[in-house]
């Protein structure tokens, strides 16, 4: 397997790790004391996390554990019971799902969720919606402004689709595609959004350990490329321990352990609440 750079982890003055590049930038996201409950069962509870301006974190925990929940409460699809969420620096209380996109929060999901009769370039185009600059009336009435800024969403998903070898799949309908190649696309839409974090929720789901490895380097170019970071759930340990720099463990809607790939492969308590007797490599 492809041995990937990781920066150096940190500390920082609310306990928690960022990578060392990352130092003397606001972080990207802070999650502090968060919770939800649901008929008062706590869904999610104190959960506390920092992710740096351009570190690729992990979220792992067994079935059940609340990481899906964490991304919804992230993306306001639910609203948090308690706690604060800091996004660049900006607290996102009370703000929608749609504001959120626009401050710079963008997801995927376990299932995929593309258009499937609309062609892989449009359901790019869909993504750069934040970037529609032209009035109702000038997109109504196909005005100069309207044809300069389709030529610019245009090129623009060409080269979001280049970044995994798929403009030559343009004009091909997105449910007729691959499943790997749906999986590459939803990340591509997600991207269009121009966030700067990008939430993957089981990206390497259903692919093969040729396609993983792929993927693996593609998160890595991402995040190279746009200088965003990435805040993953995975139940695949090779590609999280691959690439992650810092890994949050939950259990039962609480962290159990944060730490490097190599201080959460030798947690006691990791070991015992997710993977049992099986070892964090396999």
């Known amino acids: 397997m492809k041995v990937f750079e990781k920066g150096k982890m940190v500390p920082v003055p609310s306990t928690s790790i960022i990578p ?8 990207v996201l802070e999650c502090v004391h968060l919770g939800i409950e649901f008929g008062g069962l706590k869904a ?29 409460l992230l993306t306001k699809v639910y609203t948090p019971t308690h706690g604060t969420i800091m996004l660049d620096g900006h607290d996102t209380t009370g703000k929608s799902t749609v504001q959120i996109s626009k401050m710079g929060i963008a997801r995927t999901f376990q299932n995929i969720r593309l258009f499937n009769n609309m062609t892989v370039e449009e359901n790019v185009r869909v993504g750069l919606h934040n970037r529609i600059k032209y009035s109702t009336a000038e997109g109504i009435f196909r005005l100069p402004r309207f044809w300069t800024h389709e030529k610019e969403f245009h090129e623009r998903a060409m080269e979001l689709l280049s970044i995994f070898d798929m403009q030559d799949m343009a004009n091909i309908k997105a449910g007729n595609l691959p499943y790997g190649a749906q999986r590459r696309l939803e990340i591509v839409r997600a ?59 939950l259990n039962f809607g609480r962290i159990i352990a944060k730490g490097t790939a190599e201080e959460i492969q030798n947690n006691p308590e990791v070991i015992k609440a997710y993977l049992g007797n099986n070892s964090m490599e396999e």
């Open 20 to 27: 060392e590049r990352d130092l003397g930038k606001p972080p």
């Open 191 to 249: 991207l269009a959004t121009n966030p700067k974090l990008l939430l993957l929720d089981e990206p390497a789901a259903g692919m093969n350990p040729n396609e993983t490895a792929e993927l693996m380097e593609n998160i890595v170019k991402i995040r190279d490329s746009f200088k965003i970071a990435v805040l993953l759930i995975e139940h695949d340990m090779k590609l999280v321990m691959g690439i992650c720099e810092g890994i949050c463990v």
């Open 44 to 72: 999610v509870d104190d959960f506390n996390l920092t992710v740096g301006k351009t570190e690729i974190a992990g979220l792992i925990g067994p079935n059940g554990a609340g990481k899906t929940t964490v991304f919804n």
